[in-house]
């Protein structure tokens, strides 16, 4: 589905993800590169000027291309994309990708944007598959939690959008690059270790990735449906807890945590709290 706008034009992929392309005008550009220009040289050092004083056309032989054009771009786009964000009610499920498409001189600049949706799916009444789940004698917590998960997973189909897909794996290849640096390993040598290529471990990734992204949407909207939430006081419990035990990871527990940090606490305790409950139901 395509729909027309003024300056730029917003087509949706079946599978939730979003593509937005924007035209800017030339003069608009312009005037941005410039205001960019000033402000870049502020920061800039010149011989024979104290610094930020010297010339915006003495400054800008120090300042990189990359960087103004980053700069002049960022003062344009975040703009323009809440608004087409706005009017399309589109609702980002990730942070958008921002693409330099066409700059010419004098010319309209073409700007794509890439973002998604989070995928609908139905939930099936899971209390009553849950309950229906055998149960061997002696079956330990993580045994039942790793049946709950299979059942979920096979109960539940998602479409997950190629962009989340990718941003997971692409972390995933990250953590692993930088466990096999530690090592002193390298990548070559490591897939052959375990008897994979490139492309098959990307694509064993690309399943994983499916697979823990679908767990989290089916687990956020079952927590939702009951109810459950971490409060604050509890994020800030298991934080110390976390830093009394490790505290290379995180001092002495005296600071202001940040809210990245408690976000992804909050995360992991809500999911721990969500497969309790479901637990309880074998």
């Known amino acids: 589905m395509t729909n027309q706008k003024p300056n730029f034009t917003v087509a949706k992929s079946p599978d939730g993800s979003v593509q937005i392309n924007f035209t800017l005008a030339f ?15 502020r920061d800039v050092e010149v011989p024979g000027f104290r610094k930020g004083m010297a010339p915006v056309e003495k400054a800008k032989e120090k300042i990189s291309k990359e960087k103004l054009l980053e700069k002049t771009l960022m ?14 009610k589109i609702k980002p499920a990730t942070y958008p990708k921002i693409e330099l498409i066409k700059a010419e001189e004098n010319e309209p600049w073409e700007v794509r944007v890439l973002t998604c949706e989070l995928p609908i799916f139905d939930l099936p009444d899971y209390k009553a598959l849950i309950k229906s789940l055998p149960k061997p004698e002696g079956q330990t917590r993580e045994q039942k939690i790793e049946a709950i998960i299979k059942l979920l997973l096979d109960a539940v189909q998602i479409t997950i959008p190629a962009i989340l897909v990718d941003e ?16 002193g390993l390298n990548l070559e040598g490591y897939l052959a270790s375990v008897g994979k290529t490139p492309e098959t471990l990307r694509a064993d990734y690309d399943g994983e990735a499916k697979r823990a992204i679908s767990l989290e949407l089916i687990l956020n909207d079952i927590a939702q449906r009951e109810n459950i939430d971490v409060t604050p006081e509890k994020v800030e419990e298991a934080i110390h807890a976390t830093e009394a035990t490790h505290p290379s990871n995180g001092g002495t527990g005296n600071h202001e945590h940040d809210e990245q940090q408690k976000s992804v606490v909050r995360s992991i305790l809500r999911r721990s709290a969500v497969l309790d409950s479901l637990v309880a139901l074998m």
């Open 27 to 41: 003069a608009e550009i312009e005037k941005a590169r410039q205001k960019a220009l000033v402000e870049l040289s």
């Open 168 to 183: 997971e794996v692409n972390a995933r290849l990250s953590n692993l690059l930088a466990r096999i640096e530690k090592l």
């Open 75 to 88: 003062s344009i786009v975040p703009r323009l994309l809440s608004d087409a964000i706005e009017a399309e």
